[in-house]
């Protein structure tokens, strides 16, 4: 039974097809070996027979750990989604924005009233000098951004909610 991440607010399957002599994985069906290089959260991937510098912060959120992974210049959010989680029914996470780990606002992208699909960036956030985009986790319209350019928060706070576009 593959496992289900969410990479940037997408959802993607994953099984481990081998863990040794090098861990192979499939992703949506695709098979990747991946060679670990990595000290202290800085190092590098060899995906493929390709090298991929990288850099980790993980983040654990009561039964829930969240990775954080900056490759290629680009930061992405990876979560293991608990598969009682998955079938229990509940969207509200779905509503709103919240802030991963305790930090800064560096950018607002997106206005209450704007228009956002999934995926779409609506708020930079900074915290260990490690500056992350937040996503729209799903598509709808922002009801309301609570911070501004320069505004601190704490973990877990709102940090924007969404409401679903007319027609939805």
């Known amino acids: 039974m593959p496992l289900h991440l969410t990479l940037d607010g997408e959802t993607h399957a994953i099984e481990i097809v081998r863990r040794k002599p090098r861990l192979v994985l499939e ?7 991946v060679v670990e290089d990595v000290d202290q959260g800085v190092g590098s991937l060899v995906v493929d027979g390709a090298r991929v510098a990288v850099a980790r912060a993980v983040v654990e ?4 750990e969240t990775c954080f992974v900056r490759i290629e210049g680009r930061t992405h959010e990876i979560g293991l989604i608990d598969p009682r989680e998955e079938t229990a029914g509940r969207d509200s996470s779905r509503d709103e924005i919240h802030a ?11 206005r209450a ?3 956002v699909a999934r995926g779409e960036t609506v708020v930079t956030i900074e915290s260990m000098k490690l ?36 027609g939805d």
């Open 61 to 64: 959120e009561g039964p829930r």
């Open 113 to 115: 009233g704007e228009a």
């Open 100 to 110: 991963p780990m305790p930090g800064a606002v560096v950018t607002v992208h997106r």
């Open 131 to 166: 500056q992350t985009a937040l996503a729209a986790p799903r598509d709808g319209v922002l009801a309301e951004v609570l911070k501004s350019a320069g505004d601190t928060f704490d973990k877990d706070a709102v940090l924007a909610r969404l409401v679903p576009a007319d």
């Open 27 to 33: 992703v949506d069906g695709r098979r990747y070996e």
